[in-house]
C-alpha cells in the first residue's frame, strides 16, 4: 500500500478526482492526509473522504525556512512513501525538496519547460501558441524544472480564457496525477530512475 501525503493551496479538483479514484479496496494507495499553506477550500474534499487535514500557515513563521521545517515535520508525522503537490502554490526551499524529493511530485498546467510558474495559463495565452497541455514531474530544487514523468498535449482554442483552457488542461492533470501514483504504488513506476 502506498501512502501519500496530497499538499493543496486552492479548489483542490485534482485532490478530489484522486480521492475517487482510489476509493476501492482493489487500489494500493492511501492518501494518508492532506495539507496545505492557508485555509484552502479543497480540505473540505478530505473531510468528505474522512482523511486528516493539516494547514501550516506561511504568515504564522518568520521566514520561508522555518515554515517548511513546519510542514516537513508535519508530513513526516504520517510517514508517507510519497508527497504530491496537486495545486501546491508556495515555493518549498532546498532543505524540505532534499528531504522528500524524488518521492516528491509536482503537476503542472503547461507543457514544461515552457510557461513554468504561478501564472502558467495566463502567460500561455499571452504568448499565442496553439498548443499547450498538463505535466507531471519529480521535484527538483528549481521552479518547476524537474525529471518529467508524463506530458499531454491540449489544444489552445479561439476564444479560449484563462478559465476554459485550465479546466481543459486539468483534466488531463488529473488523469497524470492518478496514472502517476497508481503506477508508483504497482512498482511501474520508478521515480528515483525518472
Ligand atoms: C492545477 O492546474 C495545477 O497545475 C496548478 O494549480 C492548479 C490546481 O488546481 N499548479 C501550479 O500551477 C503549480 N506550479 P486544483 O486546485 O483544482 O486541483
Not at 524524488?102 to 500561455?124: C, E, K, M, Q, Y
Request: net charge negative; proline share 7%.
Amino acid at each position: 500500500m502506498l501512502s501519500v501525503v496530497v499538499l493543496i493551496s486552492g479548489t483542490g479538483s485534482n485532490l478530489l478526482a484522486l480521492l475517487k479514484a482510489i476509493d476501492s479496496p482493489l487500489v494500493p494507495v492511501r492518501v494518508v492526509a492532506v495539507g496545505s499553506d492557508g485555509p484552502a477550500p479543497g480540505l473540505a474534499h478530505a473531510d468528505l473522504y474522512g482523511v486528516p487535514t493539516f494547514v501550516v500557515e506561511r504568515s504564522m513563521f518568520p521566514d520561508r525556512e522555518s515554515w517548511a521545517k513546519r510542514l516537513q515535520e508535519t508530513i513526516e508525522g504520517y510517514s508517507p512513501d510519497l508527497v504530491a503537490l496537486a495545486g501546491f502554490m508556495k515555493i518549498l526551499p532546498p532543505a524540505f525538496i532534499k528531504r522528500f524529493s524524488p518521492n516528491l511530485i509536482n503537476i503542472h498546467a503547461s507543457l514544461l519547460p515552457l510557461f513554468p510558474g504561478a501564472h502558467a495559463v495566463r502567460d500561455t495565452l499571452d504568448a499565442g501558441v496553439t498548443e499547450t497541455g498538463a505535466t507531471i514531474h519529480v521535484v527538483d530544487e528549481g521552479i518547476d524544472t524537474g525529471p518529467v514523468i508524463f506530458q499531454r498535449t491540449v489544444q489552445v482554442m479561439p476564444g479560449d480564457d484563462v478559465a476554459t483552457l485550465h479546466e481543459r488542461i486539468k483534466v488531463h492533470e488529473r488523469e497524470l496525477l492518478i496514472e502517476t501514483i497508481i503506477g508508483v504504488a504497482e512498482n511501474r513506476i520508478d521515480l528515483a530512475s525518472i
